[in-house]
């Protein structure tokens, strides 16, 4: 069965409804013909001009993205600006953007879900309840084994394939219980919850210095797994549901993973 833009707009409001973003978010379709005819989607993180050749490359006429490829509005378009740049290539080769962002966060088997996932963690719940009072931002979950702080950042790194993390807190604290948020989460609210909940280290990315002594100041140990790792995996989990979306109900496109390292930092 051929496959149009909105075939593949139903299929991820199913996954992740936009309803479930925050107010302050910008999701759905970003750029494109909800009639498009499609054959090929490539998920990424984000939107960059190594990924726009990329999916130029694969034949991609869609790319879903988790940050949002348009988030401020846009004064104007012109090719000397970077953005309007990637703007104007995506249009000239047909290329649609739809990008699912906190609804994504929220979503059963999102962002949260595949890092509570990717570390096993047990009998896991919400870490702060939503406005609708039924979805949860973050999750909270167990060990399957205690662990020092040490050892589980050792862990979050193997886990992660990261070389370093950050970490504030002693050492040998023991840690069972994990809150986790994925991108930037570090402020106090997310703090508070995860300490009221009972949480030995909250797991999040961008945790700036004065976040690291705030957590000190509650008694928190925190992990800052860096929000590019955090969330870069969802491609690959959004890309297997896609293709098993598309086996069980005959539908003729393929969706295939981004395969660049777009980390804007470098760690040395």
């Not at 990008?99 to 595949?114: E, F, Q, R, V, Y």
């Not at 963690?121 to 949860?136: A, M, P, Q, R, T």
């Not at 219980?177 to 300490?195: E, I, L, R, W």
């Amino acid at each position: 069965m051929s496959v149009k833009c909105y075939d593949i707009i139903k299929i991820m409001e199913e996954y992740a409804p936009l309803k479930m973003a925050e107010s302050w978010d910008n999701v759905g379709l970003m750029l494109g013909d909800e009639n498009a005819d499609l054959k090929m989607v490539l998920t990424a993180l984000d939107i960059n001009d190594n990924v726009i050749d990329e999916a130029i490359n694969i034949g991609a006429d869609m790319i879903i993205t988790h940050h949002p490829f348009i988030f401020k509005p846009i004064k104007n378009i012109k090719y000397s600006d970077a953005q309007g740049r990637r703007i104007i290539k995506l249009i000239k080769n047909n290329i649609s953007v739809y990008s699912s962002h906190t609804n994504l966060d929220i979503a059963k088997g999102g962002t949260n879900d595949t890092i509570c996932n990717i570390l096993g963690l047990n009998n896991v719940s919400g870490l702060i309840e939503c406005e609708d009072k039924i979805n949860y931002l973050g999750r909270v979950g167990f060990l399957k084994k205690d662990m020092t702080l040490t050892e589980f950042s050792e862990y979050v790194k193997l886990k992660l394939k990261l070389n370093v993390v950050s970490v504030s807190g002693n050492g040998n604290t023991i840690v069972k219980k994990v809150g986790v948020c994925t991108g930037k989460a570090s402020g106090s609210v997310y703090m508070n919850a995860a300490k009221l909940l009972g949480c030995d280290v909250y797991l999040t990315g961008d945790v700036g210095y004065h976040d690291a002594q705030y957590a000190l100041d509650i008694g928190l140990c925190v992990v800052d797994a860096t929000h590019y790792a955090l969330e870069v995996c969802i491609t690959n989990v959004l890309c297997s549901y896609m293709n098993e979306y598309a086996n069980k109900n005959g539908l003729n496109f393929k969706c295939k993973a981004s395969e660049l390292n777009i980390e804007t930092f470098n760690y040395i």
